[in-house]
Every structure is written in C-alpha cells, then in structure tokens.
C-alpha cells in the first residue's frame, strides 16, 4: 500500500451514534409515509414504540427473520410490501434482518435505515446475499446500502456473551482482510487497525467480566462500525470465502465459523505479510505473534476455537479446499492446495502450526 498513490471510494451513509439514537429513526420517518420494518419479536418493544408515536398505519412490523435471506421469505416479504404499500425500509436486527431489508430494497429501491443489534457489519455495506436451493449468491448495488446507520448500545446490550464473543470475531475477520487486501487504502487500513485495538479491548473485558460491560459494548460496536467500512471498501481474500464455504456448504453457524478461521487464515498469510503489516497487527493485537493473540482471545471469551467444535467434521477438509480453490480471487499469499489442508486441519485440530 502507497501512502501517496491509493483509490478510495467513500459509502454515503450518515451514521448515528450513542445512546438512544434509536430516536432518531422517529424523525427520519417524518419523510416518509409508511415504514415496513423487518424485526425479530425480540425487538417487537422497539417497533410498538415507533408504533404508539407515528400511528399503527404507518409501521408494518414484518417479524420473520431468517440466516442467509431464503429465497422464499423475500418472494413472501415482497408481497408485505406491495400489500402495505410502504416507502421505506427498516431492518432492527442482526445481518439476517438486515440483509432481508437489502434484499427487498434490490427491487424496490426503497431507502434502508439499519440498526443493528449484532456486530456482524452488514449496515455498512452495499453486499446483499440471497439464498435458492443451488446455494447463495451475493453481490453489490448501491440501492442496498442503508442510507441511515443507528448504532445504539441499547440494541446490543443485551447480547448473550457467546453471541457477542463471536459476532465481534465476526467483526474482526472484516478488519483483517481489510488490511491486507489486495485494494486497500490508508484511510480502510488506517480505520480497521483502529478497529482492531478498540475490539481486541472490548475482548478483553468479556473475557475478565465474564459479561458484556457497557464499556466493553461500546468499544465493540464502534469496532463493528469500523468494520462494515473496511469490508464494503476492500476486497475480502481467503477467510471470507473460506467462511463463505463453511457456511454455505456445511452449515455451520456464521459467526462461530468467523471465530474458528480467524487465527489459522491469519497464520497461513503471516509470512507473505510485509514488514509494516506485521509490525501493525503485533501493536494493534498487542502481541509478537498475532495469530497466538486471536485464538488466546476466542479461548478467553469461551468462544469456539476449533472447526471440530463447530459440528465441522474432517473428511470434508479436501472438498472444503476443492470449492475454495474453483474461483480464482487475490490473496496475500498463493493458494496452495497442500497447504490450505494443512491450515484447515490446524483449524479443524484447534492447534495452530506455530503457537509462539
Ligand atoms: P443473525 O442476524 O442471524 O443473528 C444471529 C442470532 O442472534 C439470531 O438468532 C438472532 O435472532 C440473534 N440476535 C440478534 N441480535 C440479538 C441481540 N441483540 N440479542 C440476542 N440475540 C440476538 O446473524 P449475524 O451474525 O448478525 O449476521 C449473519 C448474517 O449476516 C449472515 O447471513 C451473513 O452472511 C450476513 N452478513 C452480511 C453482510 C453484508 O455485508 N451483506 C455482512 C456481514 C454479515
């Protein structure tokens, strides 16, 4: 990366930040006529609340929400919306909510607010992903990007601390790969290195609380923020579409399998690593080795930190590699086959090569 010589592409989107920001989506909504907002019950409270201010007439509460937007549920949604005759779209959720209000949002166009209750990072990206019984598809439109982002702790709080551990590794994947992919910049790689100290911190309070502390959760979805940005403004390399694989083929849990590559994907790209990217993982980690640092940090939160934990079972190592290696995509370091086995093996086994 030159610090002189760099493309950047800035996402438009106006950011909310702190305590009850939620009410903010009260005064967006004044532009608009009726709202379809998507919503787990779990965050039905908040939709009364739009409910009893602006008048049920003007707040649709979709309430399913469901992992890697099936294809029927949006067919489904769609039809909501049509019904409602609604103009604009709310996702409260993690990124399965979110992702559904993008994949309305690709043909209706409608504007997205997005606030987020897990630190997945979809608010910040113009990626959608649908999934049809041949597997999911994703790709990039500006109509999905959230025109509006809330991020209010009170959305995240209350997160159970195995969901927080992983879903902030989830973030952290997002700002690994923004460092070292092949289009960064110095304002992405800048902001994730950021990002990565304020995670590592919030990290490590869970892991000496045991709880999600309100610090701890502040720091932790300011670096989910950081993110989203990182992951909509670089190219993801290879834990991306290794968890990409692990999730769509396997079905393993999104956020527990972000957790379980971070450290191993991170060992197998070490050494291709320049010296500056090294040095500034080592500071923002806090730690000579920084693959040692995540998976210290997953096993001290109590997070999973092997593949076999997760439900992934051996004999689909080659295959995994197989559909990893059928696209071809940037990575720092040239995919080997042999060595790909030997790195999700590690995985697999939950004992890195090199544990310094
Ligand atoms: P999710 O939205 O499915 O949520 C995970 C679980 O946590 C669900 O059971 C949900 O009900 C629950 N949950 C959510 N918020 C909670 C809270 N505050 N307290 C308690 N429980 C809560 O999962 P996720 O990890 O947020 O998102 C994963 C999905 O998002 C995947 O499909 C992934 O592909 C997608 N994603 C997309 C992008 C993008 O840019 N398009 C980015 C990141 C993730």
């Known amino acids: 990366m030159n610090l002189f010589s760099f493309q950047y592409t800035a996402f438009p989107s106006t950011v909310f930040f702190g305590e009850n920001s939620f009410h903010e989506v009260f005064k967006l909504l004044a532009q608009y006529k009726k709202a379809f907002v998507i919503a787990a019950n779990r965050q039905a409270d908040y939709v009364k609340s739009l409910q009893d201010t602006l008048g049920a007439d003007r707040i649709y509460h979709f ?97 159970p601390v195995k969901l927080a551990a992983t879903s902030a590794m989830n973030a ?41 502390s309100t610090e701890a959760n502040q720091l932790l979805q300011y670096g989910s923020f950081l993110a989203g940005k990182g992951l909509c403004e670089v190219s993801m390399s290879l834990h991306h579409k290794l968890a990409h694989v692990l999730g769509g083929t396997f079905g393993l849990d999104h956020a527990s399998v972000h957790t379980v590559l971070q450290a191993y994907v991170l060992e197998y790209q070490w050494n291709a690593l320049t010296a500056d990217v090294q040095s500034d993982f080592k500071k923002s980690l806090d730690h000579n080795y920084p693959p040692t640092a995540l998976l210290q940090l997953a096993k001290s939160m ?12 051996e004999s689909d190592i080659e295959k995994t590699i197989d559909i990893v290696l059928s696209k071809p995509y940037a990575n720092p370091r040239p995919l080997v086959k042999e060595d ?10 939950g004992k890195l090569l090199h544990d310094q």
């Open 63 to 159: 309430n399913q929400v469901v992992q890697h937007v099936p294809a029927d549920l949006i067919k489904a949604a769609r039809q909501k919306q049509l019904d409602e005759q609604s103009d604009v779209l709310i996702g409260i959720g993690g990124g399965s909510a979110i992702g559904l209000a993008k994949a309305l949002a690709l043909e209706s166009r409608h504007t997205i607010i997005a606030v987020p209750t897990t630190y997945a990072g979809s608010e910040m990206t113009n990626i959608w992903g649908i999934t049809t019984p041949e597997g999911k598809t994703t790709g990039r439109d500006m109509a999905v990007l959230p025109k509006y982002v809330i991020y209010d702790p009170a959305m995240t709080a209350g997160m």
């Open 302 to 313: 109590k997070a999973p930190a092997s593949l076999q934990e997760i439900g992934f079972k």
């Open 340 to 349: 790909l086995i030997r790195m999700l093996r590690a995985a697999y086994d």
């Open 172 to 212: 952290m994947a997002h700002l690994m790969e923004a460092v070292y992919g092949h289009d960064t910049n110095p304002i992405s790689y800048n902001n994730s290195l950021d990002g990565i100290k304020k995670l590592r911190e919030g990290m490590e309070r869970i892991a000496t609380k045991d709880k999600l």
